[in-house]
Each structure stands twice: as structure tokens, then as C-alpha cells.
């Protein structure tokens, strides 16, 4: 089944999930409050929309009254990004990405070197 979290998390819900992941475990409303309020200034009230929104994506689950959960794993979603970005923009080719950002300078020696012994490894 495909979640609307696939391809559908906005910036500011992703700093709400980026808050759940680093914490590792189910976090009360407050403790969420006061770490996206010290990170972005945000009020309560647009951290309450963004986790409802999350709910209805299925990405966030309410554990219990007022406790709130990633209900996706960091990997999966960066997973499901992946795929979507290199969909939209490179048509599904990892190879043209890498390409494009060797031409465009974004890649250190050091980058390189680290992505050739990873490919010869699984190679």
C-alpha cells in the first residue's frame, strides 16, 4: 500500500519528524513544543497542525493521549525521497544524479573516493 508520506511530507512536517527520529522513542506534546519552538520559533499551535497533518498521512501515530510517535522509520522515508527525486528529476537514473553533481563540483575528492570504494565493494 503507498502512503501519502512516499512523496507528500512538506519541509516544516519532515523538522517534526526529524524531532521524533532523533529522540528514538514516542515523545509527550510538550517535550515536541519546546524543541520545535527552541529550533524554529514555531508557535503551538502550528506544531499541533503540522502533527495532525502527519496523523492523516499516516507518518505520525498517537501513542497515547498527548504522546507522539514516528510511525515511519528514517530509512523508509528517505527510501520512498530517494526513489521520488530521482523520478522527478533524473528519470529513475542514480547515474545521471551522481553525474550531475560530479560536473557540477559538488563532489570532494574525498566524496569520490568514498563512493568508488563503495561501488567496487558491492561491485
Not at 69 to 76: C, G, K, N, P, T
Request: glycine share 6%; charged share 30%.
Amino acid at each position: 500500500m503507498k502512503h501519502r508520506y512516499d512523496t507528500d511530507i512538506q519541509d516544516a512536517e519532515l523538522a517534526v519528524l526529524q524531532v521524533l527520529w532523533e529522540a528514538g522513542e514516542p515523545l509527550p506534546l510538550a517535550a515536541i513544543l519546546e524543541t520545535l519552538h527552541a529550533r524554529r520559533g514555531w508557535a503551538d499551535s502550528t506544531v499541533k497542525t503540522l502533527l495532525r497533518r502527519l496523523q492523516e498521512k499516516e507518518a505520525v501515530a498517537l501513542e497515547k493521549r498527548g504522546v507522539y510517535a514516528a510511525a515511519i522509520a528514517r530509512e523508509d522515508y528517505r527510501g520512498a525521497a530517494n526513489h521520488s527525486f530521482l523520478q522527478k528529476l533524473y528519470q529513475g537514473s542514480a547515474k545521471s544524479l551522481v553525474a550531475s553533481l560530479v560536473q557540477e563540483g559538488k563532489l570532494t575528492r574525498e566524496d569520490i573516493d568514498e563512493l568508488t570504494a563503495l561501488f567496487r565493494k558491492e561491485g
